[in-house]
């Protein structure tokens, strides 16, 4: 008879082969076990509850320099605190190589963060800016042979490469066995939509819609997923905010092209009208893309439903409303000097949670699948986003009947504001678990600064089309 260290008892698990009231025991981090009359000395009641893997956020800004050098207001300590109390257990945030810096002393400098504050399990895609350094190319496939499986890159901003050095990335990823995550906005059709509005005075965070030009996205999705093709490498599209830009990855995906979308939460449930504020209160809602309308909305639920966009992360980029953050340029600045992101890492999977399993909604395998599941799929992340027998014993009680109102400033990060402000949710995350150890439990935090584990990805799960092929 199996000793089990704990048991989560009585509720709805939330499995890959169905959802079954059942028992989970933990034994030394792991669920040893899913069935019926499991016993332990420590016994978690789940009755009424649901038991979902803990959530895998898989694109998050984590003490990092924007391109503008305004810092996140987040340490690792208070990014992985809110992530935790919002039911994530597992990021990826970015190593963000900067200008002239060898890519090895990138990846050192943000594992010397994450081990000295995170408190859920972690890895790092490696944000490429600079392939003329010395060893750049050593360097990076040792890295990927390390277990740093994931590769970001811009096709904007001044940190963007151009499509040849893209293409040499991509090459570099598929011969070495690494996903290449990708910006894509054209940087050609931002600039000139920001040059107009600057010389129209047209500068206001409102404004910043309009700066980001719907055909940009569409321009460049159509453009990487032809590039993943040429290559046969596999590509995941980011924060993917248009119809247009969704029935792109669509048509590649029905061609068999080997490409990846995602979605957040910000172009599920706002629209450009929240940047229409008084003086620069917009600023708090700026992100890059930025919210669209009401039938994007609509359009990539639907993609969501049919499986065009794999997942929702947070792109949880967080910046104060104060000179340190939003407000550096000064109480005047247009929105091309004010720092773009909002925090999410907190909020993600309470408002899709909400949306999902409302009577109608798509259900709990679902979100179970778009929130925790397909990103440790497809990020390679061994043990994690799955309740199942061997894996880390990562697990979120959720409360499908409490109700919560965001407040002005009640999360548990560093940026003194809410973008929810005045939403009101029904479900909430009761209990927290990272590898069998509750660390929340009904509002109160008991997480310790560097317990998180960086999490090793040795295989890449996701495989080029001819490599799956020969299997």
Request: glycine letters at 10%.
């Amino acid at each position: 008879m199996t000793t089990f260290d704990s048991v989560v008892s009585g509720g709805q698990v939330v499995t890959p082969e169905g959802v079954i009231t059942a028992d989970v025991g933990i034994k030394d981090g792991k669920i040893a076990a899913i069935g019926t009359g499991l016993i332990a000395e420590k016994q978690i009641d789940a009755h009424g509850k649901w038991v979902m893997p803990g959530g895998v956020d898989a694109h998050a800004h984590i003490e990092q320099m924007s391109g503008m050098g305004v810092i996140n207001a987040d340490t690792f300590e208070t990014a992985t605190k809110s992530a935790a109390m919002g039911g994530t257990t597992s990021v990826i945030s970015f190593a963000a190589q900067a200008k002239g810096q060898p890519l090895a002393q990138t990846v050192a400098d943000y594992s010397a963060r994450a081990q000295r504050g995170a408190m859920i399990d972690y890895a790092f895609h490696l944000t490429l800016t600079d392939l003329a350094v010395p060893d750049f190319e050593a360097d990076l496939a040792a890295l990927i042979a390390s277990g740093h499986r994931s590769l970001k890159v811009f096709t904007t901003y001044n940190i963007k490469l151009d499509d040849h050095e893209i293409l040499s990335v991509m090459a570099q990823a598929r011969a070495h066995g690494a996903l290449v995550c990708v910006h894509p906005e054209t940087d050609a059709i931002l600039g000139h939509a920001k040059a107009a509005l600057i010389a129209a005075s047209q500068t206001r965070p409102k404004d910043h819609a309009a700066s980001h030009p719907r055909f940009a996205e569409i321009d460049a999705i159509g453009r990487m997923c032809r590039f993943a093709d040429y290559l046969d490498q596999p590509v995941m599209l980011f924060h993917v905010s248009t119809a247009e830009g969704a029935a792109e990855v669509a048509m590649a995906r029905a061609a068999g092209v080997p490409v990846w979308a995602e979605t957040c939460p910000h172009y599920l449930f706002m629209t450009e009208d929240v940047l229409d504020r008084p003086g620069l209160e917009g600023a708090k809602w700026m992100c890059s893309p930025p919210q669209r309308q009401a039938a994007d909305q609509q359009a990539l639920w639907q993609a969501l439903a049919a499986g065009d966009l794999d997942l929702v992360s947070s792109d949880h980029a967080p910046y104060r409303y104060d000179e340190s953050g939003k407000l550096s340029a000064g109480p005047d600045a247009g929105f091309h000097q004010i720092a773009n992101g909002l925090p999410g890492l907190e909020t993600r999977l309470p408002l899709m949670f909400d949306a999902m399993m409302q009577p109608g909604g798509q259900g709990p395998e679902m979100f179970a699948q778009i929130t925790a599941t397909a990103p440790a799929q497809i990020y390679g992340l061994p043990g994690k986003g799955v309740i199942g027998e061997g894996m880390d014993a990562d697990l979120v009680i959720w409360d499908p009947d409490k109700t919560v109102t965001y407040g002005p400033n009640d999360l548990h990060d560093n940026v003194g504001y809410n973008p929810w402000e005045g939403r009101t949710i029904t479900g909430w995350p009761a209990q927290v678990m990272l590898r069998g150890t509750v660390i929340c439990r009904n509002g109160t935090f008991d997480g310790t600064p560097g317990t998180g584990q960086w999490i090793n990805r040795p295989v890449l799960a996701t495989r080029p089309r001819h490599l799956q092929e020969a299997k």
